[in-house]
């Protein structure tokens, strides 16, 4: 599924879930055809500008598997900051982040165990204040590791939880505004 409700091409969208959406939605930081997670779509079109736009980073965080097994040289490399190429080929270098390998992540999200997933691999849990150019794959391929899975768990406070794939939940605004930690006005 994309995260969109229209497209010209013949994909899973937003619209096909089981949902009576509100006219003018649209979602505010999108996810890529190969992620999942959580998601926010909204009709308040000053969201997107408050959220990633203003003057304050909120974090994102990712719950990741990569093949094979990440070595503590690796993990720490993540952690301050790796090489990736963006746009037109230009090198950035990411900002230091918070990375930690997780031993269940059932446990932190209960349909991050895919059973027909095989091999070495590990689970890392990426918190980070920005999420450019498809940043969380980038870093995973500057260290040598395929990102498998791409699973985003929260925005700030405003947690996944245990909200099955292709489950939506409505939220308060009040409240929506202070899970996010954005000012309304």
């Known amino acids: 599924m994309v995260s969109q409700f229209i497209s010209s091409h013949s ?25 999942e997670g959580l998601l926010i779509l909204t009709t308040n079109k000053k969201i997107t500008r408050l959220l990633f736009l203003g003057d304050s980073p909120h974090k994102r ?10 070595s503590a040289q690796s993990l720490h490399l993540l952690q ?19 990375v930690s390998i997780v ?4 446990k932190i999200y209960p349909f991050a165990i895919n059973p027909l997933s095989h091999g070495p691999h590990t689970w890392l849990m990426i918190t980070l204040t920005e999420g450019k150019f498809h940043q969380v794959r980038k870093m995973m391929g500057a260290i040598h590791h395929r990102c498998k899975r791409l699973i985003r768990i929260s925005i700030e406070d405003l947690s996944l939880g245990a909200l099955a794939p292709g489950e939506v939940k409505e939220i308060e605004e009040n409240i929506f505004f202070k899970l996010l930690k954005i000012n309304s006005k």
């Not at 879930?17 to 999108?30: C, M, S, Y």
């Not at 965080?61 to 990440?70: K, M, P, S």
């Not at 790796?82 to 990411?94: A, C, L, S």
């Open 11 to 35: 994909v899973g969208l937003l619209g096909d879930l089981d949902f009576k959406f509100p006219e003018g939605i649209h979602a505010v930081g999108r996810l890529d055809n190969h992620s």
């Open 80 to 98: 301050t900051g790796v090489n990736i190429r963006i746009k037109e080929g230009k090198n950035y270098t990411t900002p230091p982040c918070e």
């Open 103 to 106: 031993d269940n992540p059932e």
């Open 61 to 70: 965080t990712y719950l990741v598997q990569v093949n094979n097994i990440l």
